[in-house]
């Protein structure tokens, strides 16, 4: 049990001080445990992905968002993807995406700007009732099919939507 409780802090010490902390002093200014030279990018080894192919995974997520009844639903329809927050390969034959979107329920969006002459409303798109959420989903590889996906509301604060898969 103690071999392996020192294992860990080993192990623990050696990632800190790869990514850039420095090692634990005492109250007379001696490091505690010596230093281990390592990069934190061989620790952390992930797969690489390309751009191309984050770009597609995001796409197989939209159109599953968009195909799903419960989501248009529950969020609104899936008008854009507004900005790419990160993609990668945690595991592998996985891609993971995270993205933020935009969701519209309901109406047409439409200003309330009257027309001069009383020829009535304008019809100048003006984002009423558009909800930003934050996707996040894994989607295979091989197959291109989404495994899982979540949208966050409310900057993760609110209530999130699971889609079935």
């Known amino acids: 049990m103690k071999a392996c409780l020192q294992f860990v802090t080993f192990a623990l010490l050696n990632?800190?001080?790869a990514c850039g902390f420095t090692a634990p002093m005492s109250h007379d200014g001696r490091r505690l445990i010596s230093p281990v030279?390592?990069?934190?990018?061989?620790?952390?080894?992930?797969?690489?992905i390309s751009?191309?192919?984050?770009?597609?995974?995001?796409?197989?997520?939209?159109?599953?968002?968009?195909?799903?009844?419960?989501a248009n639903e529950e969020l609104g329809q899936l008008k854009q993807v507004n900005n790419v927050l990160g993609f990668g390969s945690p595991q592998k034959g996985k891609i993971a995406v995270r993205f933020n979107a935009s969701f519209q329920k309901g109406g047409r969006g439409l200003s309330s700007v009257p027309l001069p002459f009383g020829?009535?409303?304008?019809?100048?798109?003006?984002?009423?009732?558009?909800?930003?959420?934050?996707?996040?989903?894994?989607?295979?590889?091989k197959t291109g099919k989404v495994l899982e996906a979540s949208v966050f509301r409310d900057l993760g604060y609110g209530r999130a939507f699971n889609l079935k898969v």
């Open 15 to 17: 990632i800190y001080l």
């Open 37 to 48: 030279r390592t990069r934190c990018a061989s620790l952390l080894e992930m797969a690489k």
């Open 119 to 141: 020829l009535g409303q304008s019809n100048k798109s003006e984002g009423r009732g558009t909800m930003v959420g934050q996707v996040k989903a894994s989607v295979d590889e």
């Open 51 to 70: 751009e191309k192919e984050a770009q597609s995974a995001i796409d197989k997520v939209v159109a599953a968002l968009r195909k799903d009844k419960t």
